[in-house]
């Protein structure tokens, strides 16, 4: 038999949780264990009038089942005092869910200006209010469990609700950054698309289509993104009915439109539809950085196969051959680089120690009995030694330095970096490897603090569109 998930010691916080979906996760949370915050505004489902009665049948409802729980009646907008009736009463905050939300459907010539900015105000800013009312708080703990509340109408659009939908897709948006900015801090962010019965569906749906959409059947997804034992982060899902689908991007391949030496035409967007369209094949970016790895591999073959000049082919030859035997082994000329302390705070600060956090004081406050420098700072010393043009007096290579990209990066620390001193860098090419639309130099940098070795690196340095010259591709010695 599975063992039941949990959530004693956790302060739940549900925003519109006077009825429908909220009221579901209200109870769902509290028969579990968590201490819940019950918030809703008591307005009608277009967002007119409030009043106590919602929030307050909820909590009792809560309480006579031998639950934790106090009510809320303040608007999303007022973010920080919805947290602070959390902390008022329980001490602490683990899990928001955004749930609050009003309709104002209208056509899309109809809308006004009020219309959409009550929209945009409960859902979309409600949301970013007391999400960032929680934030800093889930981060002290290094916990936090944060819900969005898309819908089906943002993702694929609806008739009649194009404010609505605006700010719906704009939640996932929110949660997709909340995702990244979170990770390191324990704090999870996702999205939910329910389709239940509610207010905002009680006039639109037959009774038995509603009795089959009812809360309870969205409730366990939530529930399980909130647990501290669930890592999924920058989810998008689907939920309804006891069904639960997952959702991700999915890009085709497209098609590269120019040539280097000519210019991009309209022309040529129509003659390659076809295949910009065609999903065979599709790629499932789900980062930033493989987003902008397509461009690039998309750069790098308009440089490569648009006539570049002969001085590429003719290297790159000379490279595969006889140049390599020059650069493998050459060392680049020594570089000593100084720093004070003032320059190690800067860089802990600027990775994001903060002096809220008290494990960080010792990486951002010179006073500090123990203060020292981040171990990482050594990468950033020894980078120096490569960064002065020595790459583009390797023997053999010809390095263009406004095409050398920084990859991966290996760090060996031997002894705690000196909170301020002189370093000598020693920076040699351990190997160099064809990758196709570049290459890749493999640079090993020592760093001495006089004649003790301090900490050793390994920088993999690609080199856009100076691949292809039938070099091997992996080598025994990256890290």
Excluded at 303 to 320: L, R
Excluded at 389 to 400: C, H, K, R, T
């Amino acid at each position: 038999m599975a063992v039941p998930l949990r959530f004693d010691g956790r302060v739940v916080l549900v925003t519109g949780a006077g009825g429908g979906l909220g009221r579901a996760y209200a109870l769902a949370f509290a028969e579990r264990g968590a201490s819940v915050v019950v918030n809703d505004l008591g307005g009608d489902f277009m967002g007119v009038g409030k009043g106590s009665l919602a929030a307050d049948k909820v909590v009792e409802e809560i309480r006579r089942k031998g639950g934790k729980a106090v009510a809320n009646y303040d608007s999303v907008e007022a973010g920080e005092k919805v947290v602070k009736t959390a902390l008022d009463a329980f001490g602490r905050i683990d899990v928001v869910i955004n749930n609050a939300g009003i309709l104002r459907d209208r056509s899309f010539g109809r809308i006004s200006d009020e219309d959409w900015d009550i929209i945009q105000r409960v859902h979309l800013r409600g949301s970013f209010l007391v999400t960032r009312a929680a934030w800093d708080h889930m981060k002290k703990q290094k916990f936090g469990r944060i819900i969005m509340t898309s819908s089906a109408s943002g993702i694929y659009g609806n008739f009649g609700q194009a404010n609505y939908c605006a700010a719906k897709l704009g939640l996932l948006g929110l949660s997709n950054c909340l995702a990244v900015e979170g990770e390191k801090s324990n704090i999870h962010c996702n999205t939910i698309a329910p389709t239940a019965g509610s207010r905002l569906t009680q006039n639109i749906l037959p009774d038995d289509l509603l009795e089959a959409l009812k809360p309870d059947y969205v409730a366990p997804l939530v529930l399980w993104l909130c647990h501290e034992s669930c890592e999924e982060n920058g989810g998008l899902f689907e939920v309804g009915a006891g069904w639960i689908g997952k959702l991700r991007w999915e890009r085709t391949l497209g098609a590269i439109v120019r040539q280097r030496t000519q210019p991009m035409t309209p022309e040529a967007v129509k003659a390659n539809w076809t295949k910009i369209c065609d999903f065979d094949n599709a790629t499932k970016p789900q980062r930033i950085q493989e987003s902008i790895g397509g461009i690039i591999e998309a750069l790098n073959k308009i440089d490569s196969d648009g006539g570049v000049s002969a001085n590429h082919t003719s290297s790159a030859t000379s490279t595969a051959t006889s140049g390599f035997a020059g650069a493998i082994g050459h060392k680049l000329p020594p570089f000593s680089s100084s720093y004070t302390e003032l320059d190690t705070i800067m860089y802990a600060l600027g990775v994001g120690a903060s002096i809220k956090e008290p494990k960080d004081l010792k990486f951002i406050y010179e006073g500090s009995s123990d203060f020292s420098c981040l171990p990482t700072f050594g990468v950033i010393l020894a980078q120096k030694s490569i960064m002065g043009g020595g790459l583009a007096e390797i023997p053999g290579l010809s390095v263009n330095l406004a095409k050398v990209l920084h990859g991966e990066q290996y760090l060996e620390l031997y002894k705690p970096l000196p909170r301020a001193g002189k370093l000598k860098c020693e920076a040699v090419v351990a190997d160099v490897l064809d990758k196709g639309s570049g290459l890749i130099i493999l640079m090993d940098v020592y760093s001495y603090s006089g004649e003790e070795l301090i900490c050793y690196n390994q920088f993999s340095i690609f080199v856009v569109g100076s691949g292809g010259f039938g070099g091997k591709r992996t080598s025994d010695k990256a890290k």
